[in-house]
């Protein structure tokens, strides 16, 4: 229980948040180029202004959080 | 000019045009703040406005600092990110809508996301401003930076706002061909305003700082003109009173423990004594009374508060019983004390001094006020007092009330 509150004192939202985002925003750039999906641009666009979105709210509520 | 190099980058929100990641950038590398800001408008523009997304993320990962070590304001923390956050999912949703299909037309669905982002930025500014924590509160300077840079915000997301509600009218009249009648004149009439817009810009930004500085100056003088007004009202005449009492020491007391209490009211905001109509004031107040009536410091302590009924009336009148008696019998001893604990369930007060005592078997029978006014009354409401004495070793009443359901 204890290890649990330490990990999650530990825990920087904004930074994870912001590692997953750029993971799969990566991925779906290489599997763009190696042609196993057919991503228009505005698909594209659509990913990026989400997981901007997603890291900005998290950064919010980590501040929030203090 | 700017911080050693080895100081870790920050955003500079006292220097920021937006969120002062390109002030943060300036500081960082020591040169002008212009040059990441021009160099952010040209990318954004250069890829189409993804660039912007850039920005957005530095503000998520860059701490911030206020430069001059003011305090930060803890109630609005994060709110803006988490609304441009909001604004960016709801942006993705509606670009992936688009590319399903489900789609009226970019005629009508932009303009009103547009306008959608206007509104909502001239809406968030309807709302109240925050109350000012302590730190802020205490410190004049602090105080009025953040109202200054607080009102050239608002002046200038109001501008901003504005100009997003515009610029969809405008869009959607371009785009369903109603302003094809005015054609290369409308172009025109756009160019120049855009143009004059860039020229005006700083411009524009410096009047509405020193429009918000005249203002926290203006409100500066008027709170010192309050100050002023109240240390006349108060404390220089209640000076003038002791100079003239100064033969009697037991009203010089008073009237300086009257002051004292007055002032600490005053400094900590304290809204006036509500006696009628709250427990925990109507013990202050009879307190106050007791003090002011028989010359004797009662220290208070009361923690939490109700709203004042029958039975904690009957309550009140107990504990000004037990207070009167202390002051009556062992104002010989130092200064009374009452302590009041006011919970969900019950109310509980303490009246201690350190008076002679007494024997309380030995009371006679013909002295009412412990017997009847204190403990009768109490158990009258259902309540029970207990009454700790003895010769030499000081006086404690407590009483105990469950409260109303």
Not at chain 2, 303 to 326: S, Y
Request: glycine residues 10%; neutral net charge.
């Amino acid at each position: 229980m204890r290890e649990m509150r330490e990990i999650q004192e530990r825990l920087d939202l904004t930074s994870l948040v912001a590692g997953i985002a750029t993971v799969v925003v990566g991925t779906l750039i290489l599997l763009q180029e190696d042609g196993a999906i057919d991503l228009e641009g505005g698909w594209l666009v659509a990913a990026l202004a989400a997981a901007t979105g997603v890291v900005l709210v998290a950064s919010g509520m980590g501040a929030r959080r203090g | 000019m700017g911080k050693p190099a080895s100081q870790p980058l920050r955003r500079d929100e006292a220097n920021s045009v937006v969120a002062g990641v390109c002030a943060g950038i300036g500081r960082r590398f020591a040169i002008d703040p212009a040059v990441p800001r021009i160099g952010f408008v040209v990318i954004a523009i250069g890829t189409s406005g993804i660039g912007a997304l850039a920005y957005l993320l530095l503000w998520a990962v860059i701490p911030a600092e206020t430069g001059d070590g003011e305090p930060r304001r803890p109630r609005r923390r994060g709110s803006w990110r988490i609304a441009t956050g909001v604004g960016l999912l709801a942006l993705s949703i509606v670009l992936a809508f688009r590319q399903l299909g489900v789609w009226w037309s970019d005629a009508l669905v932009w303009p009103l996301v547009l306008a959608a982002f206007g509104v909502a930025l001239l809406w968030s500014l309807t709302r109240p401003a925050p109350e000012e924590s302590p730190a802020e509160a205490a410190t004049d300077g602090a105080r009025r930076a953040r109202r200054s840079r607080e009102a050239a915000g608002r002046f200038s997301l109001a501008g901003f706002g504005v100009a997003l509600v515009l610029g969809a009218g405008l869009l959607f009249l371009w785009a369903n061909g109603v302003l094809d009648a005015a054609g290369d004149a409308a172009l025109a009439a756009l160019v120049v305003i855009v143009g004059l817009g860039l020229v005006l810009a700083p411009l524009w930004w410096r009047f509405a700082r020193s429009l918000a500085a005249e203002r926290a100056e203006r409100i500066r003088s008027q709170e010192r003109a309050e100050l002023a007004a109240h240390l006349h009202d108060s404390v220089l005449q209640t000076l003038a009173l002791v100079q003239r009492r100064a033969d009697d020491p037991s009203d010089v007391a008073q009237l300086a423990r009257r002051q004292e209490r007055e002032l600490r009211a005053w400094l900590a905001g304290a809204p006036p004594l509500a006696p009628g109509e709250r427990l925990a004031d109507a013990l202050r107040a009879a307190a106050v009374e007791i003090e002011e009536t028989r010359g004797t410091p009662i220290e208070v302590v009361v923690v939490g508060d109700c709203p004042l009924d029958d039975r904690l009336e009957a309550f009140v009148a107990a504990t000004r019983e037990a207070l009167t008696n202390a002051a009556k019998f062992a104002a010989d001893g130092g200064p009374i004390r009452l302590y009041a604990e006011i919970e969900d369930a019950r109310v509980k007060a303490f009246v201690d001094d350190r008076g002679e005592g007494f024997d309380p078997d030995r009371v006679p029978p013909d002295r009412r006020g412990l017997r009847e006014s204190i403990i009768g009354r109490i158990e009258r409401q259902g309540g029970h007092a207990e009454v700790r004495s003895g010769p030499g070793r000081g006086t404690e009443v407590e009483l105990t009330l469950a409260r109303s359901e």
